[in-house]
């Protein structure tokens, strides 16, 4: 309300500013000498605009003359302001910056708004960069359409979260969306690359002729994984180039990742039990552990299982490189097929506490990532009862009467042995007496 008397005001101001007529309070209406030498078709008009717009008076308002101002303008050399120009049939009077608009056939033009905006032809958006940008003259023919080009994004892949195994291949399922609500996609293609040696793909590339908006593409595709891969995160790269209903071509990337494990086996070996254990015995078996994969393994342990079989410690191997062998020996106390613990039978009957037995050999280890393994091989044996150890004494056997003999004849060789070299140093003695007794004689 109050705006709509701001603009009822504004306009008189400007009838008297044109007309140069006033009303005083009482009603009277002031005239200035200027206007005295108006036409009778301008004062015609005046008063018929000033009859359709300021309410009609009770009571006929006199005139007063009053005398025009005689002050005497200052000289200047700026020229003259243009009259403003006085409204005519056909034409509105625009308040805000008095200039005149044509009017539009019989339609009347609200004079006096509420501030909320002026009726008038929509707005016009057009891009700056436009051609036809011309300011506010532009119409709404030369407006420009913006085109937001589509997005595709990766939505899932089989392999996400999983393990592949090296030496395997996988058929592995990508989807793609067209994040678009209301573009097509067209010619789109794919590419698949790697920087991971060891990794292929059974094909490289596809290509899609057209993708609807908010339409899943599901794109299957093998990938193999060579024997002899290194262990661990292999990044993979989707590449896409497509273009817009404009032809417009545009290209990004989606990667992603999947873990490459190597295959863990490790081979157990141990001596075999024997068919036939003695309770109370203690068994000692050799236990050997191979290390066949390509990969380590952690915290290699062997343990035994079984009826009446208690190993006195686990095997323990610890960390093995890959292509390693470990080996140990395992103690184990033979009891019966009753006990329960090493050392306490509560069995009585000799048919329950001895005869055949059953059990396992466990070897465990882990992974890189603490997954655990188990290999498993079985025994059969049969517990006999307790052996008896008895002292036996052997006494000395008699020695042979053959050394007897041969000592004998050794000694009877020895003996006429001896008494040759006595016969013959005898006969040496008496030659040489008689060799002497017949210089002697001879010298005579």
């Keep these: 309300m109050k705006k709509g008397r701001l603009a009822a005001g504004i306009f008189i101001l400007c009838l008297q500013s044109i007309a140069g007529t006033q009303w005083n309070i009482a009603g009277e209406q002031k005239a200035y000498g200027a206007e005295l030498f108006a036409d009778e078709g301008s004062a015609e008009n005046f008063v018929n605009q000033e009859s359709s717009v300021m309410p009609e008076p009770t009571v006929v308002p006199e005139i007063t ?12 050399d700026a020229p003259d302001p243009s009259p403003c120009p006085l409204p005519t049939p056909g034409f509105s009077l625009n308040i805000e910056n008095l200039n005149i608009y044509p009017e539009k056939g019989n339609q009347e033009e609200e004079l006096f708004g509420d501030g909320n905006g002026m009726e008038g032809d ?24 913006l085109i937001r ?16 195994e090296a030496g395997s291949s996988e058929e592995v399922e990508f989807v793609l969306k067209n994040k678009s609500s209301n573009q097509e996609i067209y010619n789109l293609k794919l590419v698949f690359s790697t920087e991971t040696p060891g990794i292929q793909f059974e094909k490289n590339s596809f290509y899609f002729e057209k993708i609807s908006p908010g339409g899943r593409i599901n794109v299957l595709n093998r990938i193999r994984a060579a024997v002899d891969i290194k262990e661990g995160t292999v990044p993979i790269t989707l590449s896409f180039e497509y273009e817009d209903k404009k032809g417009t071509s545009v290209a990004g990337t989606e990667k992603m990742e999947f873990l490459v494990k190597q295959k863990i086996w490790a081979n157990l070996d141990c001596d075999n039990l024997p068919a036939e254990v003695y309770s109370t015995d203690t068994v000692n078996m050799g236990i050997r552990v191979q290390n066949v994969s390509r990969t380590g393994i952690f915290n290699a342990r062997v343990a035994l299982e079984g009826t009446g079989m208690f190993p006195k410690e686990e095997i323990f191997l610890g960390n093995m490189d890959a292509g390693t062998e470990s080996t140990g020996t395992m103690r184990i106390f033979v009891g019966t097929r009753t006990m329960e613990t090493s050392g306490r039978d509560e069995g009585t009957d000799e048919k329950e506490m001895y005869g055949n037995v059953t059990g396992k050999i466990t070897l465990r280890y882990e992974d890189g990532e603490g997954k655990h393994y188990e290999q498993v091989r079985e025994y059969e044996t049969k517990i006999q009862k307790p052996r008896l150890q008895t002292l036996n004494i052997e006494k000395p056997k008699k020695a042979n009467s053959w050394w007897y003999s041969v000592a004998a004849a050794a000694a009877c060789g020895m003996i006429c042995l001896i008494l040759l070299l006595m016969h013959r140093i005898r006969k040496q003695k008496i030659l040489l007496e008689e060799m002497r007794q017949e210089v002697s004689g001879g010298k005579m």
């Design 65 to 76: 003359m009053i005398p025009e101002p005689t002050f005497a303008p200052v000289p200047t």
């Design 149 to 164: 080009q589509p997005k595709i994004l990766l939505e899932s892949c089989s392999l996400t979260g999983k393990n592949m």
């Design 122 to 145: 929509p707005e016009v958006q057009v891009s700056p960069g436009s051609a036809d940008f011309s300011g506010a003259g532009a119409s709404s023919g030369q407006k420009e359409e």
